[in-house]
């Protein structure tokens, strides 16, 4: 039997789940290009293996729809999908060995002869030299790429990956990142990927969907997400901010003013989500630098004087905590570059950043 497999972008239209009447997936609506890699990004609980799991037909939706191309395909069954799946577990079957578990697949759906199939996918996940071997003599990260073979190999549209890395140490979990998106390349299959790691997201995915209480937060690629959040909770999730609450009092000169605890300070325009009103001034700790005094702010940067009260050591930086006059505690990354002089914890010091480098979102309710 010919499988009918439909092209075209990956579509979840006001797809909602609920558990009883608490809402996992709530009217849920995104689209997935052909072709990308897209990551699903959330904390546990937030709904996005709910998601992964209604796209693959192993859990019905309450309502909405999931669309491949122009396919309505919400109510077929998993194996009538042209979509496939690659848990954390990997779940190979230990009695067979690498070639058998990859060629399976393509035995159950009656497709003869196998073998120059299979062996040209192990090529691609770079395992050709391990045919005969069992899935206990392989390491984890082998185990993993056994099983993106299985899945590949049976030429699905859209390939699910539910946190495929969780159970890899740091090193090879980093080198398995950089292994998928070369293999998302070479293949060109739209590989949807759930995680709640912010660096896997970050570094694989062509676009970034942030997921909080069933919703999507943000979605863009991850340099716009992260220069750019819409909210706090992003800002904060997809790595860390300084966020100073305060006023805004509307745009002069292309900046928007902000007062915040009897200072003030300003924002370019195009960087604010909102221009009057309750805000939060967000600033990376990257972004910010630390001088002793404020006779060494750069002119046209804005600053915060307070008293260092942690410093830690991380190889490529140092992490300051700066506690400002307000009680609030500020972070700072400061490169490790030798260029620097380190500043004692209990000294005073000054951070200051570019308003370039600040942005501005509306207050968190």
């Known amino acids: 039997m010919v499988r009918e497999t439909p092209g075209g972008d990956l579509r979840l239209v006001d797809l909602t789940k609920r558990f009883g009447v608490v809402p996992a997936v709530d009217g849920l609506g995104l689209t997935v290009r052909e072709g990308s890699f897209f990551a699903l990004l959330g904390a546990s609980g937030c709904g996005k293996t709910t998601t992964l799991r209604m796209v ?15 396919r309505d395909i919400t109510g077929l069954r998993p194996y009538r999908r042209p979509v496939n ?22 035995r159950r759906r009656g497709i003869r002869p196998v073998h120059d199939e299979v062996t040209r996918m192990l090529s691609l996940v770079q395992l050709d030299a391990y045919l005969d071997r069992r899935p206990a003599q392989l390491s984890g990260g082998q185990q993993q790429r056994v099983a993106l073979a299985r899945a590949l190999v049976n030429r699905p549209q859209v390939l699910l990956l539910d946190e495929p890395l ?31 790691d912010q660096e896997e997201a970050m570094s694989m995915a062509d676009t970034v969907a942030v997921m909080n209480a069933g919703r999507i937060e943000q979605q863009g690629s991850p340099a716009d997400i992260y220069e750019f959040p819409a909210t ?14 305060g006023e805004a009092t509307g745009v002069s000169g292309g900046d928007v003013a902000v007062t915040a605890h009897g200072a003030r300070f300003s924002v370019p325009a195009g960087r604010c989500r909102a ?7 967000g600033v990376r700790p990257e972004k910010l630098r630390l001088v002793g005094s404020a006779d060494q702010v750069p002119v046209g940067h804005q600053h915060v004087t307070g008293v260092v009260t ?38 005073t010091a000054v951070a200051h950043w570019d308003p370039r480098h600040a942005f501005l979102l509306r207050a968190s309710s």
Do not use: C
Not at 275 to 281: I, M, T
Not at 317 to 337: H, I
């Open 310 to 347: 942690d410093a830690s050591y991380l190889g490529v930086s140092t992490q300051y905590l700066l506690r400002t006059g307000w009680g609030a505690e500020l972070s700072v990354f400061a490169a490790n570059s030798g260029a620097a002089t380190p500043m004692p914890v209990g000294s």
């Open 232 to 245: 706090a909770f992003v800002a904060n999730f997809l790595g860390q901010s300084n966020l100073l609450d």
């Open 275 to 281: 221009e009057h009103g309750p805000v939060q001034l």
């Open 56 to 70: 693959a037909g192993l859990e019905a939706p309450t309502s909405g729809r999931v669309l491949l191309g122009d």
């Open 166 to 196: 969780g159970a890899l140490d740091l090193t090879l979990r980093r080198r398995m990142q950089v292994e998928l998106k070369r293999i998302q390349t070479e293949v060109g299959v739209t590989f949807v990927h759930v995680t709640h």
């Open 85 to 106: 799946t690659v848990f954390q577990s990997y779940a190979l079957f230990p009695h067979l060995t690498v070639f058998e578990n990859v060629a399976f697949g393509l």
